[in-house]
């Protein structure tokens, strides 16, 4: 069991404490109803002279904050398991007149057997009612704009939540960040929120798909029941190829970190290049990139060499740990292509897309940044190294 103690002294509240007993005790009574197997179970309520308390359901294995960083992201199929559980659980309360309201990672507990129970129906209210209708409740990054807009709220605030705990669980990062609430708040209010395979594009299209409609600003257009949501998170396990790539995501991590263009980063900063990346092995003789082509990407060359022409002329060779086509991402805007770029042997490289690096973390593209320019300087170097020996 657990056991959470409320203190009933204080103005903080600005309610008569009377009241505010009779407040808890409604809240208590009306989670008390909420039977169901993602839902952690009330299981006694009082109120003393200075204090209440509620005996609850204890939950072993932690909230999904645990699993929000870049590098501690759950496999996808994981993600859409939590979040389909959690929205089985949001679906029961909604057709018991219940809106949580206060949706996010803090609040979805996992047990060891990575079983989901939602928690804290605190700030809960009954959709027909008013007496529980208490104001300036929930966490501003995950609250719906018509939450933070003071409108009538129904089920679908509870969706727009869950969408960005979804979004927060695919990339390691909130749709909107901010440096004070007001900021924030506004953002949530009036800017859509970035494309989720613009930050990892190792995702599906219906993994963006959802959370795209879940984030939707527009009630209209954002999922009108639980029932579609649940439908669109089923199908896209379905559809989910099981082996989607060769390599792990361990493998993949130890193998960025051995390379020397990420001899600086963290290795939280390596887990989210790892996120925004994609990859590919290309056989030799592959023309990755061609001069005189639109300019969308740079490369890291994990393994193999390339050669680097223009015009047909042999300029130069890169090996693993080297980058190319990164001028794109200093340009700030579309360029086209002035060198070739062949795989001289097999290759595996990382595609980056200079458009999902500038999404990236402050910290990440600082890393970024050193790598690029060291290996300017190193260039410069050999390039003054060759002419003085002309």
Same mark, same amino acid.
């Given at each position: 069991?657990?056991?959470?103690? $409320?203190?009933?002294?204080?103005?903080?509240?600005?309610?008569?404490?009377?009241?505010?007993?009779?407040?808890?005790?409604?809240?208590?009574?009306? @989670?008390? %109803?909420?039977?169901?197997?993602?839902?952690?179970?009330?299981?006694?309520?009082?109120?003393? #002279?200075?204090?209440?308390?509620? =005996?609850?359901?204890?939950?072993?294995?932690?909230?999904?904050?645990?699993?929000?960083?870049?590098?501690?992201?759950?496999?996808? *199929?994981?993600?859409?398991?939590?979040?389909? %559980?959690?929205?089985?659980?949001?679906?029961?309360?909604? /057709?018991?007149?219940?809106?949580?309201?206060?949706?996010?990672?803090?609040?979805?507990? @996992?047990?060891?057997?990575?079983?989901?129970?939602?928690?804290?129906?605190?700030?809960?209210?009954?959709?027909?009612?008013?007496?529980?209708?208490?104001?300036?409740?929930?966490?501003?990054?995950?609250?719906?704009?018509?939450?933070?807009?003071?409108?009538?709220?129904?089920?679908?605030?509870?969706?727009?939540?869950?969408?960005?705990?979804?979004?927060?669980?695919?990339?390691?990062?909130?749709?909107?960040?901010?440096?004070?609430?007001?900021?924030?708040?506004?953002?949530?209010?009036?800017? /859509?929120?970035?494309?989720?395979?613009? +930050?990892?594009?190792?995702?599906?299209?219906?993994?963006?798909?959802?959370?795209?409609?879940?984030?939707?600003?527009?009630?209209?257009?954002?999922? !009108?029941?639980?029932?579609? $949501?649940?439908?669109?998170?089923?199908?896209?396990?379905?559809?989910?190829?099981?082996?989607? *790539?060769?390599?792990?995501?361990? /493998?993949?991590?130890?193998?960025?970190?051995?390379?020397?263009?990420?001899?600086?980063?963290?290795? @939280?900063?390596?887990?989210?290049?790892?996120?925004?990346?994609?990859? !590919?092995?290309?056989?030799?003789?592959?023309?990755?990139?061609?001069?005189?082509?639109?300019?969308?990407? $740079?490369? =890291?060359?994990?393994?193999?060499?390339?050669?680097?022409?223009?015009?047909?002329?042999?300029?130069?060779?890169? !090996?693993?740990?080297?980058?190319?086509?990164?001028?794109?991402?200093?340009?700030?805007?579309?360029?086209? #292509?002035?060198?070739?770029?062949?795989?001289?042997?097999? @290759?595996?490289? +990382?595609?980056?897309?200079?458009?999902?690096?500038?999404?990236?973390?402050?910290?990440?593209? =600082?890393?970024?940044?050193?790598?690029?320019?060291?290996?300017?300087?190193?260039?410069?170097?050999?390039?003054?190294?060759?002419?003085?020996?002309?």
């Amino acid at each position: 069991m657990a056991v959470k103690v $409320f203190t009933l002294g204080g103005e903080d509240s600005g309610l008569a404490a009377p009241k505010r007993r009779n407040t808890f005790l409604n809240e208590a009574a009306l @989670v008390g %109803k909420l039977q169901h197997p993602h839902i952690v179970s009330l299981l006694d309520a009082a109120v003393e #002279r200075d204090y209440s308390y509620i =005996v609850m359901e204890y939950v072993e294995g932690g909230t999904l904050g645990q699993f929000t960083a870049a590098d501690a992201l759950l496999p996808l *199929e994981k993600v859409v398991e939590v979040v389909f %559980k959690a929205s089985r659980a949001l679906e029961y309360a909604h /057709r018991q007149g219940v809106i949580h309201r206060d949706i996010k990672p803090a609040n979805i507990l @996992v047990t060891r057997a990575f079983d989901v129970k939602l928690s804290d129906f605190g700030v809960a209210i009954l959709a027909d009612a008013t007496h529980t209708n208490l104001r300036n409740v929930g966490s501003p990054a995950y609250m719906s704009p018509e939450q933070l807009s003071d409108e009538p709220l129904t089920h679908q605030t509870d969706i727009y939540s869950l969408g960005v705990v979804m979004f927060q669980l695919l990339t390691g990062r909130l749709p909107f960040v901010a440096t004070s609430h007001a900021s924030l708040m506004y953002q949530i209010v009036n800017h /859509r929120s970035p494309a989720l395979r613009s +930050l990892r594009q190792d995702l599906p299209e219906a993994a963006e798909a959802i959370v795209s409609r879940a984030l939707q600003k527009d009630l209209a257009v954002r999922y !009108q029941s639980w029932i579609d $949501f649940g439908k669109d998170l089923a199908g896209l396990v379905r559809n989910l190829e099981a082996p989607r *790539e060769e390599l792990s995501d361990t /493998r993949k991590f130890h193998m960025l970190r051995n390379l020397a263009f990420f001899r600086d980063f963290r290795e @939280v900063e390596i887990w989210e290049a790892l996120r925004t990346a994609s990859w !590919q092995r290309l056989p030799a003789e592959t023309v990755i990139i061609e001069e005189g082509e639109r300019a969308e990407s $740079f490369y =890291v060359l994990v393994d193999g060499e390339v050669e680097v022409t223009r015009a047909g002329r042999l300029l130069s060779t890169l !090996q693993s740990g080297d980058c190319f086509g990164e001028m794109l991402y200093f340009s700030g805007e579309t360029s086209l #292509r002035n060198t070739t770029i062949r795989a001289r042997t097999p @290759v595996l490289v +990382l595609e980056i897309k200079a458009e999902a690096l500038m999404a990236a973390s402050d910290a990440c593209q =600082v890393q970024f940044n050193k790598a690029f320019m060291r290996i300017l300087i190193d260039r410069l170097t050999a390039a003054n190294q060759r002419l003085s020996e002309r």
